[in-house]
Each structure stands twice: as C-alpha cells, then as structure tokens.
C-alpha cells in the first residue's frame, strides 16, 4: 500500500523559505493528485494547494505567491515551498494524496511533520 | 469559503456505546464532495466515509455516513477503544477550495 513520508527541517527562521518532500513508497506518482495541508496548533486543517502528476498545480488563492509545488518522478518524490514565512506558518505539515474524480477525498495521508517558524 | 463547524467537541462514552457525531456547512455541499476521516494519536489520519456516505476500503461497517445539504453526521456503533481519535469532515466546492471542520474529540470512559 501507498505510504508517504514528509521531510524537512522544524526549524525555519521568520522571512526565510520553509522546504518540504513527501517521499511516496508502495506506488507511484503517476496519474495522482498530490496535495499538502496544514494544521496550525490548536485550528483547524488547512488545504494548502495540489500538484498533478503530469505537473500542473493549483493553491490555495491567499497563499498568493508565496507557494511553489513540485515532483521528482525519478525520485517518486513530491514538495512544498512556501516563501517569507512568518509564525502563522507554523503548524504540522501534512501531505497527502487526493482523489479528484466523481467525488474529492483524501485517500492517502502522511503522519505529518511539525515545522515552527522562529529566529 | 463554506465553514463546516463540528458539534459536539468532545464526546465521551463507554464501550459499546453509539457515537453520533455531527457536520453542519455554512452552504449546501454536493455530497460526492464531502468525507470523513480518523485521526488516532501518533497516526496518519485516516479515511472512513467518501461520498458522505461510502466506506473506504477496510473500514468497518460499525462507521456509517448519512445527510445531505447542510447537514452529515457520522455514526460510530458498537464503540472499541481503538476508536479513540478526533474525527474530521471534509468538504470540497468548485473551483479547488477544500475545507475541514474543528474536529470531534471520541474518548472512552
């Protein structure tokens, strides 16, 4: 069965870039949509935006420029940037894959990776 | 952006018991668009319930998913210790705005 791992490091400062990976084991990245979502302590989860395996992405509007997805199909491997964090970007990362077909759910997740944002 | 909002917060029973947990959405939601997932401690969440009322694969027929419109619920009979877990809902609306509610808290007394 399909199983991802976030990456990263926990410790990003205010201003810089915070970079994740999702590794994927037990299948591929082929013919999947890729998603990240996080979970500020205490709120409630947020949809970050998602990645298709073919490349093409969609995020979250009020993350405006701030966020990049991209995959590595050699590496089977997918990530998230997020530009100019500050501490509201601090929260556990998820990623995870989605079916978007007659219906939308989440079918895979990751266990999650905290991340906090201080200097 | 359509708000779901989780009611109760937290609901403790005894094992054996009937757990009804409710989702109600700010706009009428399709219901292929809307699910419920498990998240145990330490664990990866979960997927139960797609389609608001389909269980995923290898989820146990005590987990059922009902409603429509505004207003699912997820019923958890028989209740086990394993079932202690915040439950989440989840809706998806055109174009690409994926939503989730604040979560019910499931312990056993």
């Known amino acids: 069965q399909v199983q991802l791992t976030e990456s990263g490091p926990g410790l990003v400062a205010p201003s810089e870039t915070l970079s994740l990976t999702c590794n994927v084991s037990g299948g591929s990245l082929s013919n999947h949509y890729w998603t990240w979502i996080r979970q500020p302590a205490g709120k409630r989860l947020e949809w970050l935006g998602r990645i298709f395996s073919s490349g093409s992405t969609y995020y979250k509007p009020s993350l405006g420029s701030r966020v990049t997805m991209s995959l590595d199909t050699s590496a089977n491997h997918f990530s998230l940037q997020l530009r100019s964090v500050t501490a509201a970007d601090t929260a556990v990362y998820y990623c995870?894959?989605?079916?978007?077909?007659?219906?939308?759910?989440?079918?895979?997740w990751g266990k999650g990776t905290t991340v906090t944002v201080s200097s | 952006e359509i708000v779901l909002t989780q009611s109760p917060g937290t609901l403790s029973l005894s094992p054996g018991d009937t757990a009804t947990l409710s989702c109600r959405a700010s706009q009428a939601v399709s219901v292929s668009y809307f699910a419920w997932y498990q998240h145990r401690p330490g664990q990866a969440p979960r997927l139960l319930i797609y389609?608001?009322?389909s269980r995923a694969t290898g989820i146990p027929d005590r987990f059922s998913g009902s409603g429509s419109g505004t207003d699912f619920t997820l019923t958890i009979s028989r209740l086990e210790p394993e079932d202690v877990a915040i439950y989440y809902c989840?809706?998806?609306?055109?174009?690409?705005?994926?939503?989730f509610g604040q979560g019910t808290k499931v312990e056993i007394k």
């Open positions: 995870a894959r989605a079916v978007e077909t007659f219906h939308y759910y989440i079918d895979v």
């Open positions: 389609g608001a009322s």
């Open positions: 989840q809706q998806y609306s055109p174009p690409r705005m994926w939503t």
